[in-house]
């Protein structure tokens, strides 16, 4: 472990996940002279949302037409399902039907639809005898929707081939480095100087927050997210343990619009294993896996003083959100949501949970509401990614070339 060091930087990029490594990329392949460090506080890349999400690579139908989400997401699934085919990386393009479960959710698909078009995402709208010619186990009400670009990969794999890309086009990346604070001048010489939790001072000329969870933390000290704090919400899906197959397509509901959330869903991987999921339980702190690993009190104590207030307003229906999400513990009931989407399943062999996730979801502290769009904030000296959640991951290839045009181009 690095001690008592001091580096120099164009750009400090403070966070080695799909976001800080997509945009370093996207800064080396247009200025391969550029000078580029990325720190991050875990000893790898895929310790949190980047090695923990579904690896669905999304279509982009579910976002108006004027969000970021929207404009990012077609062309990201394009460009991630592009570069795993370029870069030998598994893919499985197994599709995605999106199912009615009553004749009240029948609009909520001719919804999803009209965006669809508006967002320029290939996506029909199937009749039941349409849905089942497609998977045979999907069970909606009169009609479906079907999208053929969606697919999975394992977000492991990508996450590390990129790293391993970014390494060759010579960025440092260094690990077990922790922001830790702004030095006591930050802006010497028009430079940004941090210190990070191993002893180390970094002076450069822009940082680029892509700190995830902790990414409104830091932004607090260099003057931005003043409106805005990360609510984290843990994500855990359960695993088909059958030595069968009984879905080759990615089954979801017609989600709630005014919420981030997609509910619970069947998701095909990349090795063709079934899991339904997942959850959107509140957490306790930013990092609360499981048990009581990585507690921190401070964390704690913020966290659920947020929660008591949204329980009190119940802002965005947050009571009905907590005590659906706190049932979805208990697996009878899990199982049970999303068997309501398949004519026939074996719901004893969902047995095994996965290794949780933490969904870094921005909270507007003055509205009280759910940041359903990507957040960025910044000046000539630091930029903010502060809502990189999902389909960021899918969207981090052109998501990275619109910071670098909006943000980081003179």
Known sequence: MRSSLSFESEFLIIGAGIVGLTIARELKLRNPSAEIIIIDKESNSISHGSGR?????????????????AKLTCQGNKELTQYCLANNVPINRCGKLVVAQNKTEVDGIYELEKRAKANGVDVS????????????????CEVALFSPTTASADPKQVTGKIAQEVLQLG?????QTGFSQLGSQPYSHLKSIVQTTNGCQYQTKKVINCAGLYADYIAKQFGFANNYAIVPF???YLKYQGTDQPIKTNIYPVPNLNNPFLGVHYTVTVNNEIKIGPTAIPAFWRENYQGLSNFNLFECTTILKQQAQLWLNNSFNFRRLAVEEMRKYQRRHFVELAANMVKDIDQSKFTKWTAPGIRAQLLNTKTLTLEQDFVIEGNNHSIHILNAVSPAWTSSIPFARYVVDNYLTN
């Open 234 to 236: 843990k994500g855990i």
């Open 171 to 175: 960025v440092q990346i260094h690990y």
């Open 125 to 140: 709208v199937v009749s039941e005898q349409e849905a089942l010619a497609i998977e045979p186990n999907a069970k909606t």
């Open 53 to 69: 999400n579904s690896g669905v690579i999304h279509a982009g139908f579910y976002y108006p037409a004027d969000s970021l989400k």
